[in-house]
């Protein structure tokens, strides 16, 4: 399936406002993304999305990209986003930045401009500083995966 970025239905949503088809549709790709194609075997229900607002992009029925933003003291002492993901049909279009831009709106339409503190996937550090993060701290391994704070002022 062919997807342009002009196509995409972009929806930031609260958890108890997300509909049973749009919830599964999150876990379907972050199951996906994190565990088939990254074979990588992780708790990704960690308890957290009740308090997130989710970034969501649409193609017609189809999620295609996400990631779950969250208020600082939630995940970190500072507001934060993360399990972002594009699906495969979107890679090499520039969704990527798309994606990061809507989540940095997000957090700044429910919470305020603030600093926001993300943990990256280390191979992924030259993508984010590019959006304006920093690295911060030492790389740390999280589910067998080098990872990066970065934080973004």
């Not at 969501?56 to 972002?84: D, H, N, Q």
């Not at 305020?112 to 959006?131: S, T």
Request: charged content about 15%; proline content about 5%; some cysteine.
């Amino acid at each position: 399936m062919a997807v342009t970025l002009d196509a995409i239905n972009w929806q930031h949503t609260a958890y108890n406002a997300l509909t049973v088809p749009q919830l599964y549709a999150v876990l379907q790709l972050r199951s996906d993304v994190f565990v088939m194609e990254q074979n990588c075997p992780y708790q990704d229900m960690d308890g957290f999305d009740a308090q997130a607002v989710h970034v969501m992009g649409w193609a017609g029925t189809s999620l295609v990209a996400y990631a779950r933003c969250f208020p600082a003291g939630v995940k970190f002492a500072e507001a934060s986003i993360g399990r972002v993901i594009t699906s495969a049909a979107l890679r090499g279009t520039g969704a990527g930045p798309v994606l990061m831009q809507q989540a940095i709106d997000c957090v700044h339409q429910h919470w305020g401009v603030q600093p926001i503190r993300i943990g990256a996937q280390a191979r992924l550090n030259k993508f984010y500083g590019k959006l304006g993060f920093i690295e911060t701290g030492a790389p740390y391994i999280e589910d067998g995966i080098p990872h990066i704070d970065m934080l973004r002022n």
